[in-house]
C-alpha cells in the first residue's frame, strides 16, 4: 500500500476538491488505478511479518506458515468428511503466471472480500439522484437529492475519489455534513491541509476567462 506522506494529502479537502471536478469517465479510470492507495497492506506491516518470519526461521523452529504470491481463489467447496475426519474448506487455487491450479485444504477461511456501497430499497426512486449505473450522485457537501437534505457517508467513491472509505478523513466529511445541516459550523471546516496542488492553477484561470 502506498502511505508516503504527499499521497496521504490525497485524503485532503483540496484533492476532493479537484477530484470532484474531474469527469466522470476519468474518475472511474482513477478509482481502479488508485486502489493501491488504501486497499492493501501497509509497508510496516509486510516487514513485521517478514522479520517475525526471519527470527523463527534464524532460531531453527518451525515455521507454519504459507505465503503464496500471484495466486487467487477460483473456486472453493466444503467437505464434511475431511483428510481427518473433520469439515474442511477446499480451496481450488490458480497461479498467475503459471495458469496451474491446485487444491489447498485447510479447516478456516478469513474471505477478506471488501464491500460495494449500494442504494438502500426504501429510498424511493425520484428520491435521489442517481447516474446511469444507479449509483449515488453526489454533490460536494455529500448530499444525493435536489433539496440538499440527504447526506451519505461511504457511499461516494466514485465521485469524491479515495477519500469515501477513509477513517481518517471520516471527521472531517462529518464536519461538512454538520455544519450543512445546522447552518453553521459547531466544528471549524478546514479548507486547506495540503502543501501540493492537484491542478494547475493558470489552467483553471483560462477556462474560466474562456467562459
Do not use: C
Not at 444507479?134 to 440538499?148: F, N, S
Amino acid at each position: 500500500m502506498e502511505y508516503t506522506k504527499l499521497t496521504l494529502e490525497m485524503t485532503s479537502p483540496e484533492y476532493t476538491d479537484h477530484y470532484v471536478s474531474l469527469p466522470a469517465a476519468l474518475r472511474d479510470t482513477l478509482g481502479r488505478e488508485q486502489r493501491n492507495l488504501y486497499k492493501g497492506i501497509s509497508g510496516d506491516l509486510v516487514d513485521d511479518i517478514y522479520d517475525t518470519l526471519y527470527r523463527r526461521s534464524a532460531l531453527g523452529r518451525e515455521l507454519p506458515t504459507t505465503l503464496l504470491s500471484d495466486t487467487e481463489v477460483v473456486a472453493a467447496r466444503y467437505d464434511a468428511d475431511g483428510t481427518d475426519g473433520t469439515g474442511e474448506y477446499v480451496l481450488t487455487l490458480r497461479h498467475g503466471q503459471l495458469g496451474t491450479t491446485a487444491e489447498h485444504r485447510t479447516r478456516a477461511v478469513v474471505a477478506a472480500t471488501g464491500y460495494a456501497a449500494s442504494v438502500p430499497e426504501f429510498l424511493a426512486p425520484g428520491l435521489v439522484d442517481l447516474d446511469e449505473r444507479g449509483r449515488y450522485v453526489v454533490a460536494r457537501d455529500y448530499t444525493v437529492d435536489a433539496d440538499r437534505r440527504v447526506h451519505v457517508m461511504n457511499g461516494e467513491e466514485h465521485t469524491h475519489g479515495v477519500t469515501a472509505p477513509d477513517l481518517g478523513f471520516g471527521a472531517w466529511r462529518s464536519s461538512v455534513i454538520l455544519a450543512a445541516v445546522t447552518g453553521r459550523e459547531p466544528y471549524p471546516v478546514e479548507r486547506r491541509i495540503a502543501f501540493q496542488q492537484f491542478g494547475l492553477p493558470g489552467a483553471r484561470v483560462a477556462t474560466e476567462a474562456a467562459r
